[in-house]
C-alpha cells in the first residue's frame, strides 16, 4: 500500500523557476525508493515537500492519506528522520550526546536512553564504547554520516528522508556504506526516500528507482533491472 502519495503537485519557487511540475508519485510502505536525476531536476525540493521544508504550489502531497499540510510541522517531522550530505552534527556535543539528544528521545531515563544509544551505533557498525564519547572532528567523513544515519534513526521514524547522504564520503568507503545502509533497511524495514545524482548507487539501493529529468518531470519509475534495461 502507499504510505506517500504526490498528487500533481507542483513547485514554482518565486523567481518562477518549476522545481516540480505535475508530479504523481506513490510511495509504498517499507520501500526503499531512490530519486536519480541530473542537478536541478527537483529531486531535494520533492522529498523536502514530505516534512514540510518546502510548500507545493499546488497539488498535495500525502502522509498514510493525510495532507502534509495539515499536519502540526513538529510532530510530523518527529515521525520522518532526515539526512543530508554535510550531516550537521553539533560540534561541542559528542557522538552520543549527538544521539542522545533528538527530540525523539527527551524523556527518556538515563540507562534507556544509553541503551538506545549503543544499539543505534552497533547498527550502523560504529563501537559504542570508541566512537561514543569522542567528538565530530575525531571522526572520519564515512564515520560521521553513520552517525547522521544513528541520529535520524533514533526515534524510530516511519519514513526517512535521505538527500545525499553518502555524498561526501570517500569512493571506498561510500560502498561500505551503502551497503551497510541497505541492510540496516532490511533489518528495520523503514520506508526510505533516498536522493542521488549518481546512478550506480539508485540502481544498488533501491527497490525500485525514479528517474528525474530537468523540470522536476518524472520519467519512469520503476525495478532496477527494468529501469536498467530501458
Ligand atoms: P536537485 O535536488 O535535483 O538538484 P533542486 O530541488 O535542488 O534539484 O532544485 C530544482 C530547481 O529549483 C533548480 O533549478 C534550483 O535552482 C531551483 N531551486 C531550488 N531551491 C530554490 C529556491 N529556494 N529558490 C529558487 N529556486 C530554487
Ligand atoms: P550529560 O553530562 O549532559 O548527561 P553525557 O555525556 O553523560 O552528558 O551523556 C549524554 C547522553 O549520552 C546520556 O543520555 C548518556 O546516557 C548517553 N551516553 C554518553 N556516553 C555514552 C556511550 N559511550 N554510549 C552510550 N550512551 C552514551
Known amino acids: 500500500a502507499a504510505l506517500i502519495r504526490f498528487e500533481d503537485v507542483t513547485k514554482t519557487y518565486a523567481d518562477g523557476t518549476v522545481a516540480v511540475g505535475g508530479l504523481e508519485l506513490e510511495v509504498r510502505e517499507h520501500e526503499l525508493l531512490t530519486l536519480v536525476g541530473p542537478s536541478g531536476s527537483g529531486k531535494s525540493t520533492l522529498l523536502r515537500m514530505v516534512n ?6 499546488a497539488g498535495r502531497v500525502t502522509l498514510d492519506g493525510q495532507d502534509v499540510m495539515s499536519q502540526d510541522p513538529v510532530l510530523l517531522r518527529r515521525g520522518i528522520g532526515y539526512v543530508i550530505q554535510d550531516v550537521g552534527l553539533f560540534p561541542h556535543r559528542t557522538v552520543a550526546q549527538n544521539i542522545a539528544t533528538v527530540p525523539g528521545l527527551l524523556g527518556w531515563d538515563r540507562h534507556r536512553t544509553q541503551d538506545r544509544v549503543r544499539e543505534l551505533l552497533q547498527l550502523v557498525g560504529l563501537d559504542p564504547a570508541v566512537h561514543g564519547p569522542r567528538y565530530p572532528h575525531e571522526l572520519s567523513g564515512g564515520q560521521r554520516q ?8 533514533a526515534a524510530n521514524p516511519r519514513v526517512m528522508l535521505m538527500d545525499e547522504p553518502f555524498g561526501a564520503v570517500d569512493p571506498e568507503g561510500r ?8 541492510r540496516i533497511h532490511d533489518e528495520l524495514g523503514t520506508t526510505v526516500l533516498l536522493v542521488t545524482h549518481d546512478i550506480d548507487e539508485a540502481i544498488l539501493l533501491g527497490d525500485r528507482v525514479a528517474v528525474f529529468s530537468q523540470g522536476g518531470r518524472l520519467e519512469q519509475v520503476d525495478t532496477p533491472v527494468r529501469v536498467l534495461t530501458r
Open 52 to 57: 514540510r521544508l518546502v510548500e507545493p504550489t
Open 146 to 153: 553513520r552517525v547522521g544515519v544513528a541520529r535520524a534513526l
Open 175 to 182: 560502498r561500505a556504506l551503502q551497503v551497510e545502509f541497505r
